[in-house]
C-alpha cells in the first residue's frame, strides 16, 4: 500500500511537471500512510523523484516542531513541511497533498480575494467540484510556522489555499484527488485573468450549494465579495 502511494506521487509529479506547473525544482508533494508522511526532498525536481528518496515525517508531530524531531528518516525535507502537517492535522481524510507555484494561481493570490472564505468566486461547476472555497492566507516567508499553525486552525471548511504573493496548496483523499484540484485552481484562476477585470457572471448560491452538496466539497453560500 505504502508503496502504491508513493509511487502515485512520484506519477503526480511527472504530471504536474508536463502540464507546466511546477518550474524548475518548485513545489512539493506529500502523501501520508498512517502515521507516517512522506514528502519530496528539498530542492526536488517533480519529474525527477524517486519514491525511496522521499523524507519521512512523523504525521502526529506539532506544525510548530522543529525539523530534527519531525523527521524520522531520510533526506531533509521541502522546507514547506509545516504546510503539509498542518493540512492533514485539520483534515483526517486528506492522504495527500500539493503544493505548487503555478503560474497563473500565483499570479491571483497578488489580488484582493474575493471574499473572507474564498480568494477565488465560483467561475465555473469544476472549480465548486473539484476544489471549493479557497482561503487566501496572508503573505510570509516560505516554510513560515505562524502561517502553517493559521492555516491550520481556520475554523471553517476548506482544502485548499492561496498563499499570498505565493501560490496554492491543495489537499485531497488521494493524490489523483489533490493533484486534481491544484490543476483546476490553476485553470480557474487563468480564466479569472484572461477577464482583465470584467464583472463575470457567476454561480449563484443555490447553483454552487447545489454542486458542493453533490460532490462532497465545502463551500459557505451567502459568501459574496469581502
Known amino acids: 500500500m505504502s ?50 528518496g522521499l523524507a519521512v515525517l512523523d504525521a502526529g508531530a506539532p506544525v510548530d516542531t522543529p525539523l530534527e524531531r519531525a523527521l524520522l528518516e531520510g533526506p531533509r525535507p521541502s522546507k514547506e513541511f509545516p504546510l503539509h502537517l498542518a493540512l492533514y492535522q485539520r483534515d ?17 493570490s497578488c489580488l484582493p480575494p474575493w471574499s473572507d472564505r474564498s480568494a477565488v468566486p465560483p467561475l465555473t461547476p469544476y472549480f465548486v467540484m473539484r476544489v471549493g472555497q479557497t482561503p487566501l492566507l496572508p503573505y510570509a516567508e516560505p516554510g513560515d510556522v505562524p502561517q502553517a499553525v493559521l492555516l491550520r486552525e481556520l475554523d471553517f471548511p476548506f482544502r485548499a489555499a492561496l498563499l499570498q504573493n505565493h501560490g496554492p496548496v491543495t489537499s485531497g483523499t488521494t493524490m489523483a484527488a489533490a493533484a486534481d484540484a491544484a490543476i483546476e485552481l490553476e485553470e480557474t484562476a487563468h480564466l479569472l485573468l484572461l477577464l482583465n477585470g470584467r464583472t463575470p457572471r457567476l454561480l449563484t448560491d443555490a447553483e454552487a450549494t447545489s454542486l458542493a452538496e453533490r460532490y462532497g466539497t465545502p463551500w459557505h453560500p451567502g459568501g459574496g465579495p469581502a
Open 92 to 108: 483526517p481524510e486528506a492522504t495527500a497533498v500539493v503544493h505548487l507555484h503555478s503560474a497563473h494561481a500565483a499570479a491571483y
Open 3 to 52: 508503496s502504491d502511494a508513493r509511487h502515485e506521487l512520484v506519477a503526480a509529479g511527472r504530471e504536474l511537471t508536463a502540464a507546466g506547473l511546477s518550474p524548475g525544482a518548485s513545489g512539493n508533494l506529500s502523501v501520508r500512510i498512517g502515521d507516517r508522511i512522506y514528502i519530496t526532498p528539498t530542492g526536488a525536481r517533480l519529474d525527477a523523484l524517486d519514491p525511496e
